[in-house]
Every structure is written in structure tokens, then in C-alpha cells.
């Protein structure tokens, strides 16, 4: 049965806010990370010396003293998560990516999904 759009945008809305600022991120193929909104404004403060920057259109990066993290926005869509999706990514072979994620899974500020 297919979900009513009223439905859904209910469903989401209570999801939002049971899950306030807890980010979320998922393993796509080719094992590419995509985080949700929640993530990125969750971001703020973990990596020591980083700040969040708006790129324009919808896209942002964590400046960090060791390189850029990107959120590329996205059409994935994934299971849990809340707001627009992005790809996350970053110029080191994804080091710091997993070094972000790491440190806010045991900060509690995301799950993966």
C-alpha cells in the first residue's frame, strides 16, 4: 500500500523532531558515505579547529586544519534519514570522512543507518 504524500510528510516531521541533531550516515555502493541534514548541522565542534561553511546551492565543508570535508548534495535517499541527503567525502582517501564519522558515532551525535 502505498503511503499517502500527507502520510509521509507527518511521518518525517515526527522523526525530525524525535531525533533532533542526531545526525545520520549511510554506506552506499562503491562504499561511498552519505550523511543527512541532521549530520551536518551535528558536525559543528567535533574535529578540533574545524568550521562549517556554506558553499551556496544547498552544499557545504568543514574546514579543518588538515584539508576540507565536502557534503555534496544528493539524490540518494536512505533509509532514517532526515532532511536532504549529501555525499561526503573529502581530498585524503576519506581519512578525515572516517575520522568525523568515528568521532561522532562515539559522541552519540550520529547512527548509522
Known sequence: MKES???KIIREELLKESSEYIGH????ANDQWYVDSNFIN????????????HAGFGEFYL????GDIQFERSNKNFSGQVGRSHKIYDDRGDAL???LIDKMT??????EV
Open 5 to 7: 504524500k500527507l502520510r
Open 42 to 53: 551535528s558536525c559543528k565542534g567535533v574535529l578540533k579547529g574545524s568550521e562549517l561553511k
Open 25 to 28: 550516515h549511510h554506506l552506499g
Open 63 to 66: 574546514k579543518t586544519p588538515t
Open 106 to 111: 562515539k559522541l552519540g551525535k550520529t547512527e
Open 97 to 99: 570522512v572516517d575520522n
